[in-house]
């Protein structure tokens, strides 16, 4: 796998728009859909950061790489001390770290690295079957 850097970096300023959107501009989605999209769309931006930084990597060591990092950073908020609390009374600190340890918030994450990793493995065999076609 040969990523385009370029190209990792426009789609992961994409979703954090399209994450931020959904989180300050909505006014909830049916079924608190918005709570599940936005955890998804967060761990989808992992991802793109995760293949942008290891460019050469398969996809399934990208996506094992980017769900131990959310996985990591979801236990961690198990931890209660008061200045990570202060941290995460941030805005930066809030949106990177969260808050409470939820299990509705791994199933988004595994999710939404899930779809990112099952559209990039199938875009790679698309294009890379067309180029071998030629």
């Not at 980017?66 to 961690?76: A, N, R, V």
């Not at 600190?93 to 199938?122: C, K, N, R, T, V």
Request: positive net charge; contains cysteine.
């Amino acid at each position: 796998m040969n990523r385009n850097r370029l190209v990792y970096a426009f789609l992961t300023a994409l979703v954090v728009l399209t994450g931020l959107i959904i989180r300050y501009f909505t006014d909830g989605l049916p079924g608190g859909l918005d709570l599940y999209l936005g955890d998804a769309l967060w761990a989808v931006m992992i991802f793109l950061i995760i293949g942008f930084i290891f460019k050469q990597k398969p996809v399934w060591k990208v996506a094992i790489i980017s769900l131990m990092f959310c996985y990591l950073i979801e236990i961690s908020q198990l931890y209660q001390a008061s200045w990570i609390l202060e941290i995460r009374s941030t805005l930066l600190g809030s949106l990177i770290l969260g808050h409470g340890f939820l299990w509705s918030d791994i199933m988004s994450y595994s999710a939404g690295i899930g779809i990112a990793a099952s559209i990039e493995f199938a875009g790679s065999r698309f294009f890379i079957g067309k180029r071998k076609g030629k």
